[in-house]
């Protein structure tokens, strides 16, 4: 019998539904459609990459709302479909993924919160393989997935490296004399290692400061610095591309505050900053990240009662999408054949 040359295409490693045959607005909201991580089934384990929230905003130092992102982003999520045109990955090929719920959280604790949502986190899929996407709540939440990150990969020594997408540097000390905020998350990280902030990278900072002593501690610790302003020059850009080539293979986290990107193109946020990357700019800058290797990755700062029409949350479902591909493309599995 004749054999034939026609290439079998692997099985999906996720399940999703069929969106000609079941519609997008219909069933119980996931994050893209993935299946609930208890529902995975054997053949799909373990998971790759699982998605939860953390529905959470008392560390806000202005606007509060942030608590509702994980539900809003859920919901906008519903449109994502799994093929990255530009970077010819499909996700769904790639990984296994799923949605593992929401974390506990203590609301009138913010410390309390960190920690319950830290241990959550550390009991998502298998431990030693599942990568950890967080969706937020407000930015002091990006610790506890770092944390769980941190400690899931062993507690490498000297921390991991990190990519910072953020409008602020959100490595202030205390506020209204309490240090755990969404001002401080980074701050805590570097100071029990587990970041290197000599192999972290704060792009988009822009905007008026309190005191120029507001980038003291990015340039004490070492932080490098990639401003709005510096991503408009080709010298910013090359800038991206060192940082890049200098962290190399090393295990490496993104987090992703939606301020990042221009109010005019994400308003559903606590802290509005003007002067921003549209939507599309922003895609492009996290493109240039292909190749880093991703252990962990957080999306936060959504705030749906100031999101008309839904645009912030859209966005943020979209950069979820754009750190998946990300991923995909550094496992080098990025082919659908």
Same mark, same amino acid.
């Given at each position: 019998m004749a054999m034939s040359n026609t290439p079998v295409k692997p099985p999906l490693r996720t399940t999703l539904p069929n969106a000609r045959e079941f519609? #997008?607005?219909?069933?119980?909201?996931?994050? !893209? #459609?993935?299946?609930? @991580? &208890?529902?995975?089934?054997?053949?799909?384990? %373990?998971v790759d990459w699982a998605?939860?929230?953390? %529905?959470?905003?008392?560390?806000?130092t202005y606007r509060p709302g942030a608590r509702f992102g994980p539900r809003a982003v859920r919901d906008a999520s519903q449109y994502i479909k799994p093929v990255h045109l530009e970077h010819g990955a499909n996700i769904a090929q790639v990984f296994s993924l799923a949605d593992a719920g929401d974390s506990p959280v203590k609301p009138y604790s913010c410390k309390e919160t960190l920690d319950a949502a830290c241990e959550f986190a550390k009991t998502i899929g298998q431990p030693s393989h599942t990568k950890l996407l967080a969706v937020g709540g407000d930015h002091s939440t990006a610790?506890?997935?770092? #944390?769980?990150?941190?400690?899931?990969?062993?507690?490498?020594?000297?921390? =991991? +490296?990190? @990519?910072?997408? $953020?409008?602020?540097? $959100?490595?202030?000390?205390p506020i209204w004399g309490e240090s755990w905020t969404h001002a401080s998350p980074f701050k805590h990280a570097i100071e029990e290692g587990l970041i290197d902030p000599k192999r972290m990278v704060s792009i988009g900072i822009r905007g008026p400061l309190n005191t120029a002593d507001d980038l003291q501690y990015a340039h004490v610790h070492g932080i490098q610095i990639v401003t709005y302003e510096d991503c408009t020059t080709d010298a910013g850009i090359? #800038? @991206?591309? &060192?940082?890049?080539?200098r962290i190399g293979p090393d295990e490496t986290y993104l987090t992703f505050d939606i301020d990042c990107i221009d109010?005019?193109? +994400?308003?559903?946020?606590?802290? %509005?900053? !003007?002067?921003?990357?549209?939507? +599309?700019?922003?895609? $492009?800058l996290l493109r240039l990240c292909a190749g880093a290797n991703l252990v962990g990755a957080d999306v936060v700062?959504? =705030?749906? &009662?100031?999101?008309?029409?839904?645009?912030?949350? =859209?966005?943020? +479902?979209?950069?979820?999408?754009?750190?998946?591909?990300l991923a995909a493309v550094s496992s080098g599995l990025n082919d659908e054949s």
């Open positions: 519609p #997008r607005f219909a069933g119980i909201s996931t994050f !893209c #459609r993935f299946p609930l @991580i &208890d529902t995975v089934p054997s053949e799909q384990q %373990p998605l939860y929230g953390i %529905p959470y905003d008392g560390g806000v610790y506890a997935n770092i #944390r769980a990150t941190w400690e899931r990969r062993g507690k490498p020594k000297g921390g =991991l +490296a990190m @990519i910072h997408f $953020d409008a602020h540097l $959100d490595t202030a000390g090359s #800038r @991206i591309d &060192d940082f890049l080539e109010p005019a193109f +994400a308003p559903g946020t606590g802290t %509005p900053c !003007c002067g921003g990357f549209s939507t +599309a700019e922003a895609f $492009d700062e959504v =705030l749906p &009662d100031r999101d008309p029409a839904g645009i912030t949350a =859209l966005a943020a +479902a979209h950069v979820m999408f754009e750190i998946l591909a």
